[in-house]
């Protein structure tokens, strides 16, 4: 994740970018954008904010040669000469609008924007931050007219939530240049990725850690939940946490000891796992070290709940993975026809 408190804007432009599939067509800008205080100030916190809080990150991928990326070539060229920054930015959204091959891609405002002071991991680096701001909300505006105050709707940008954005570090490893990127619309997965900016998750702790949790969140929802039921895959979960939590390092054989008793189970587990990685063209390794702030932001993005036709619902406590095994039966009651869970307690807190 990256610290944005010494953070500024050296360069920001902004053009509109149409859908080739639509034939609308793309509007550019000739200067870059002159910045008062109160705009400034809104600016930079609604840009960089959402990285603050991401701990993976990408680099850029080709097929052929990563030379050819050209998102990493404009991005180059960008590090070397500022003086390019406007006709750089237009090829970016002439790039951008080549994408739209889809009438689902929508047209909007990007903003390309050069920024100073952003520290990474103890390093700080200049970067390149390419936004799109697809929708528009609609605002009051009040205005004085004949001594009275009137009031119109307009749209505008919403300053809580940027659309789409990626923010290219001029900073590297063996990989290449680290990259953080968000799609808070993703009606297409692979227009915003792996189209425009052609970026795949860095062979690091992180991207292990995450791919294994999606892994298995995954199948406690296809295999667990369909086969044994919403108690078993919340205990699966919890257990999942439980061993990220308690190891270091992540053996797969130890894991599936760990969390499966049956030998079938475990053949599930690798059968679907098999399949998850064709799908997600991927390969997740048999061992890696934990990446701790990963957990946590699972963690919390799980849900444990158990909801009930009944308008009930239990909510399982995700750091205690025995205790819906210990303290949790289902049933079947014959005289009512109907599924029922019994719940073991000493006192109602």
Known sequence: ???????????????????????????????????????????????????????????????????????NT?????????DV?????????????????????????VLIVMFEGIE?????????????????????????????YDVLVQKGINSKKVDKGCLILNQSDTEGNIIFSIDNNSYDAQYWINHFLNIKYADDANSHTQQYIELCKDFSSEIIKTSYGAKEQNTFLAKTIDFFKEN????????????????????EFDNYKKEFEGEQNLVIRNQFDVAEAVVTKEKRKIKTDIKLDTN????????????????????????????????????EN
């Open 74 to 82: 404009y991005c180059t060229q960008l590090f070397n000469d500022e």
């Open 120 to 148: 990474y991991r103890d390093m700080t680096t200049n970067a390149i931050g390419i936004f799109k701001i697809e929708n528009k909300v609609n605002f009051f505006q009040t205005y004085l007219e004949n001594n009275s």
């Open 1 to 71: 994740m990256i610290s944005r408190k010494n953070a500024s804007i050296s360069k920001f432009i902004i053009h509109k970018v149409g859908n080739k599939f639509n034939d609308t067509k793309n509007a550019f800008s000739n200067k870059t954008v002159d910045f008062d205080e109160a705009s400034y100030d809104l600016m930079l916190p609604f840009l960089l904010r959402p990285f603050s809080s991401l701990v993976q990150s990408y680099r850029f991928g080709h097929h052929a040669d990563i030379s050819l990326n050209e998102i």
């Open 85 to 109: 920054f406007e006709d750089v930015s237009k090829h970016i959204v002439m790039h951008l609008y080549e994408q739209s091959n889809s009438a689902n891609i929508k047209t909007g405002d």
């Open 248 to 267: 270091e390092v992540v053996n797969i054989e130890r894991f599936k000891d760990d969390l499966f008793e049956e030998d079938k189970h475990k053949r």
């Open 312 to 347: 009930i619902q239990i909510k399982l406590d995700i750091d205690a993975p025995d205790a819906s095994t210990e303290y949790l039966e289902r049933g079947y009651d014959d005289e009512k026809k109907m599924n029922y869970y019994k719940v073991f307690f000493n006192t």
